[in-house]
């Protein structure tokens, strides 16, 4: 239903907005990635929105503009997850390398119009989701390794086993598998 989407949608920009201020207070890189991976998520869900409700025709540069991050999502995902289990890992410069193809894609979208051919359209949404589907698995791994290290050095380790992680990560996947049946 539509209104599930446009609720879905305005949260994931509230989740952002109160993870990009660090409303948290701790862990300051990983819930600033975290806010970056939930306004990708949130901007996917507003392009979708404007495609069935016929807004993309009424403002025809929204999808792109929308689309323009989505390449950003899975990087950030994955990054928000290695600052969370890395143990005083500050931001590294070459953390910018995961954006390459999300940079590379941006001439791509403006140049020729609000809408890319059909045929890069395809390649670009295929490479969305095979990207995804890598930084996700990524992410588990780190997160499974991060769980097994805290049980060999802690007496409490469901203090540290960051469990809502886990939760979040297999809600990710839940969204990635209706969007691949889509």
Request: charged fraction near 10%; charge should be positive.
């Amino acid at each position: 239903s539509m209104i599930a989407c446009f609720l879905a949608c305005g949260s994931m920009f509230l989740l952002a907005l109160a993870h990009l201020s660090n409303a948290p207070g701790v862990n300051r890189i990983a819930n600033c990635w975290l806010g970056v991976f939930f306004l990708c998520t949130a901007s996917a869900l507003l392009a979708f929105i404007a495609e069935q409700t016929g807004l993309d025709l009424r403002y025809p540069f929204l999808v792109p503009l929308t689309e323009s991050i989505r390449l950003a999502m899975a990087p950030s995902l994955y990054l928000c997850v290695l600052n969370f289990t890395a143990i005083r890992r500050s931001g590294v410069r070459t953390d910018i390398l995961h954006f390459l193809p999300a940079l590379l894609f941006l001439p791509l979208l403006f140049s020729d119009g609000a809408h890319l051919p059909r045929f890069l359209g395809i390649m670009v949404g295929l490479s969305v989701k095979v990207q995804l589907l890598i930084y996700w698995v990524l992410s588990f791994r780190l997160l499974y390794k991060h769980g097994r290290v805290a049980r060999d050095i802690s007496a409490a380790p469901q203090r540290i086993d960051l469990g809502w992680l886990k939760w979040m990560l297999l809600g990710v996947g839940a969204m990635m598998l209706l969007w691949y049946n889509q």
